[in-house]
């Protein structure tokens, strides 16, 4: 385990938090757009630049710290499972093996 993946575990999960709720406050926004507001007018156009610029920051942290998730399950994948690993006796002895 390295230990900058607790770090950037952390910057990843308030990144989507916050990216949640970026996208539930643009559906309140596109929702409350004039009916005339589509793709392509001023209104709309206006209203999504400002929802995307109040999310490069957090989609930067994604793209800065994202492939912390691919070393995780790399590392994990490449770790013998405890399930696999022998079990020492019950009662703490190591048995000998006679030949």
Do not use: C, K
Not at 19 to 48: I, K, S, Y
Not at 69 to 88: E, F, G, K, V, Y
Request: aromatic share 8%; proline share 7%; glycine share 6%.
């Amino acid at each position: 385990m390295q230990n900058r993946w607790g770090y950037q575990l952390g910057v990843l999960h308030a990144a989507l938090d916050r990216l949640d709720a970026l996208h539930e406050q643009w559906l309140r926004t596109r929702d409350g757009l004039p009916a005339d507001a589509r793709p392509g007018t001023p209104v709309f156009d206006d209203a999504l630049a400002e929802h995307h610029a109040e999310s490069w920051n957090y989609l930067d942290d994604w793209a800065t710290h994202g492939h912390a998730l691919r070393d995780i399950n790399s590392a994990a994948r490449h770790t013998a499972s405890p399930r696999h690993r022998p079990q020492p006796p019950a009662n703490g002895r190591t048995t000998s093996v006679r030949r």
